[in-house]
């Protein structure tokens, strides 16, 4: 059982938009700004898509923003393409205990 | 181009050894604080373990803290993960991954296989 939760699967047309939900708690994502969402495709290395809750690094699509209210994160994608079909991890730091956890993924499916 | 190489995964059996390792380049290595993250096949991702830059600090997850040793050598922009005790719910893919100036990874290398099993 992950530490944070998220939806098994979602799924949307392509030019739709999807939100993915990660609710932790008040030791994590409700302590401070500090989740980050990760893109994975199958049999590669996850890619950092979201940090600090909204922040975009350079080169991810203005496509993809975050938010957060609470204890719950969110990642939302707008304009889906058939490219951002993908597992989506969520992840919180811990500053209590120095540590990182994230929730179980999220499998997108562009249909 | 900064990249990060992992190497050492193989088949062992349960209670056995392993030592991973990840090199890194295209970046100044001893200034970034590492991390271990593992992937068990078909599964999440879960933080393993992680090393500050110059190895004053070191965190563990539970399911490790006395099994596992994270080192790195930042001569040889490397980063090692020592793994002792070895069960079959270690098995996974192992990535290691930069922590940035925040508190996010990126990037992360391609992983290595572990599989313990007799």
């Known amino acids: 059982q992950s530490a944070l939760t998220q939806p098994a699967s979602v799924s949307g047309s392509p030019g739709q938009s999807i939100t993915i939900s990660c609710t932790g708690s008040t030791s994590d994502v409700g302590d401070y700004n500090y989740v980050s969402w990760y893109q994975q495709h199958p049999g590669k290395a996850p890619k950092v898509m979201i940090y600090?809750?909204?922040n975009r690094p350079s080169g991810v699509s203005d496509r993809f923003s975050g938010s957060k209210s609470g204890n719950t994160a969110s990642l939302t994608i707008s304009g889906l393409q058939a490219e951002d079909e993908a597992d989506y991890y969520c992840?919180?730091?811990?500053?209590?205990?120095?540590?990182?956890?994230f929730g179980g993924g999220t499998k997108l499916t562009v249909l | 181009e900064v990249q990060l190489v992992e190497s050492g995964g193989g088949l062992v059996q349960p209670g056995g050894s392993l030592r991973l390792s990840c090199a890194a380049s295209g970046f100044i290595f001893s200034s970034y604080s590492m991390n271990w993250v593992r992937q068990a096949p078909g599964k999440g991702l879960i933080w393993v373990s992680y090393?500050?830059?110059?190895?004053?600090?070191?965190y563990y997850a539970d399911s490790v803290k006395g099994r596992f040793t994270i080192s790195r050598d930042n001569a040889k922009n490397s980063l090692y993960l020592q793994m002792n005790s070895l069960r079959g719910e270690d098995t996974a893919v192992y990535y290691c991954a930069r922590k940035t100036s925040g508190h996010w990874f990126d990037p992360w290398g391609q992983g290595t296989l572990v599989t313990v099993s007799s």
């Open positions: 600090d809750v909204t």
């Open positions: 090393i500050s830059s110059h190895s004053d600090s070191t």
């Open positions: 992840s919180s730091y811990r500053s209590s205990s120095t540590s990182w956890v």
